[in-house]
């Protein structure tokens, strides 16, 4: 069966500071990825989505970046992180009935 | 653009009862999905039920069913028997299946079951 990770859980990191976040897929080849983010008591935004090695689509412009080195490994990425980039940030990947099943996220605080 | 819209912010209900959760969206297309994703306290959004635009038939999942509604553009969730696990948030959410095929959220419900 199909699993996704995300690491780390959680992350407190300063502003200014660079950010990766590592998303990976098991059980499934060449899957649609994507990454979204959640401000508390909010509904998800859609910010980068993948369909294969090196593609990367941005949904919202910012200091954020996306890259996927390997098939089912999704990265985001900040060389300098701000204060409104702290939230709940969540990984997905698209099963064959277009439905998105989730990882279990990111907390990231940026003080 | 399509659009997702949850007018409740928020709902309470007793334990056993029968809930009902609203989404109206709004969408150009004719062939597309519709879901409904739980996120308990832990944030894990979990897939409760699909239901795909060219079926009449509405979905069930166990105590889990939708009355969709096409000409509407509605699609409510319906919690039968409703356990203390189902408190969460829960969101509506459409993809259309031509162009990027990206799905589209509502902004959520968040639903509290009292013991």
């Known amino acids: 069966s199909q699993t996704i990770h995300q690491w780390p859980a959680t992350l407190v990191q300063p502003v200014g500071s660079p950010l990766s976040l590592e998303c990976t897929v098991e059980?499934?080849?060449?899957?649609?990825l994507y990454w979204y983010r959640q401000a508390a008591g909010r509904g998800l935004q859609l910010l980068f989505y993948?369909?294969?090695?090196?593609?990367i689509s941005s949904e919202v412009p910012q200091n954020l970046s996306a890259s996927r080195p390997q098939d089912r490994q999704f990265i985001l990425s900040s060389k300098k992180l701000l204060l409104s980039d702290s939230g709940f940030y969540l990984c997905?990947?698209?099963?064959?009935?277009?439905?998105?099943?989730f990882g279990p996220g990111t907390r990231l605080t940026v003080t | 653009a399509q659009t997702v819209t949850q007018s409740q912010p928020e709902m309470s209900v007793q334990e056993a009862e029968t809930v009902t959760l609203s989404c109206t969206y709004d969408?150009?297309?004719?062939?597309?999905?519709l879901f409904w994703y739980k996120q308990p306290p832990s944030r894990q959004m979990i897939l409760v039920i699909r239901?795909?635009?060219?079926?009449?038939q509405n979905a069930t999942e166990n105590r889990f069913s939708v009355n969709f509604q096409k000409a509407a553009k509605s699609f409510s969730l319906k919690i039968s028997d409703s356990q203390l696990g189902d408190t969460a948030m829960y969101f509506c959410?459409?993809?259309?299946?031509?162009?990027?095929?990206?799905?589209?959220f509502g902004q959520g419900t968040r639903l509290t079951i009292n013991p």
């Open positions: 969408t150009s297309e004719n062939n597309y999905y």
């Open positions: 959410a459409f993809i259309g299946l031509q162009g990027a095929q990206k799905l589209v």
């Open positions: 059980g499934t080849s060449n899957p649609n």
């Open positions: 993948s369909v294969g090695i090196g593609q």
């Open positions: 997905a990947w698209k099963g064959g009935g277009d439905e998105q099943y």
């Open positions: 239901q795909e635009a060219y079926k009449q």
